[in-house]
Every structure is written in structure tokens, then in C-alpha cells.
């Protein structure tokens, strides 16, 4: 899902007000040209995001394919 500038303020601005002990940040992933896959960016955002190891790959096997199609 891809958010507007607007809708991304919003959320985040909606979520402080709750006034949570958490961070946010935007993490943006790019796929590339012609479904070129940066995959030390894609690996590195996916531990970010605390995606268990052994299925970091699935994952990026599955996005280059969907990339691709």
C-alpha cells in the first residue's frame, strides 16, 4: 500500500497523540529498474524490521518475482 505525504503525517501525527513509548520512522523500499532488486538494501530493511532469518529469503525471492512479472 503506498501512502500520500498526507495520509503518512497523518498517521504519525495521529499515533504521537496517543502518546505511545514508541519510534517511527519511514522505512521506504525500492525495487529498481525492471524489477532489479538492491539486496543488501532489501536484506538490511528486512532486519529492520525484525524479519526472522530463515525467511528473509522466501521474501526476496518472492518480491523479485512478483518484480518481474
Known amino acids: 500500500m503506498r501512502l500520500t505525504g498526507e495520509q503518512h503525517r497523518s498517521i ?18 525500492v525495487a529498481g ?9 532489501f536484506y538490511s530493511k528486512l532486519e529492520k524490521l525484525s524479519v526472522q532469518a530463515g525467511k528473509r529469503d522466501k521474501i526476496m525471492l518472492a518480491h523479485a518475482k512478483r518484480m518481474t512479472q
Open 12 to 29: 504519525i501525527e495521529a499515533l504521537r497523540a496517543a502518546d505511545l513509548e514508541w519510534t517511527f520512522e519511514l522505512i521506504n523500499s
Open 33 to 41: 529498474s525492471r524489477g532489479a532488486v538492491v539486496e543488501d538494501d
